[in-house]
């Protein structure tokens, strides 16, 4: 196993938390052209972005659950921060900082 994968395992052992104005969102649509429709939990549908970064290793779906950082100078969009896992997204439900009825409202 090479030092690259054991970091990323290593990183993924630990759960990411939001941080000051960033927003856990569920995803609703595949726009396309590495745009995503997400429903957060402050109540706002926003278009976000997928960065380079995750393009290509990350594979986003509709019904994940997202971290996003919405734009200072434009609100109603944003951009991916993080993926949750479906272990993290239990943990993030056990811990009550998402609710049942957002993942429920899903794709639409």
């Given at each position: 196993m090479g030092k690259k994968r054991r970091a990323m395992e290593e990183r993924?052992?630990?759960?990411?938390?939001?941080?000051?104005?960033?927003?856990i969102c569920i995803v609703t649509e595949i726009i396309g052209a590495d745009h995503l429709r997400v429903r957060?939990?402050?109540?706002?549908v926003r278009v976000c972005r997928i960065p380079g970064?995750?393009?290509r290793r990350v594979w986003i779906s509709e019904?994940?659950?997202?971290?996003?950082?919405?734009?200072?100078?434009?609100?109603?969009?944003?951009e991916v921060v993080?993926?949750?896992?479906?272990?993290?997204?239990k943990k993030l439900l056990s811990m009550g900082l998402v609710t049942q009825e957002l993942l429920e409202l899903g794709p639409e």
């Open positions: 993924a052992k630990e759960l990411r938390l939001p941080m000051e104005g960033e927003v957060c939990m402050d109540g706002a970064k995750f393009r019904g994940d659950l997202v971290l996003i950082l919405p734009w200072d100078f434009q609100p109603s969009k944003g993080h993926k949750y896992s479906r272990d993290e997204v």
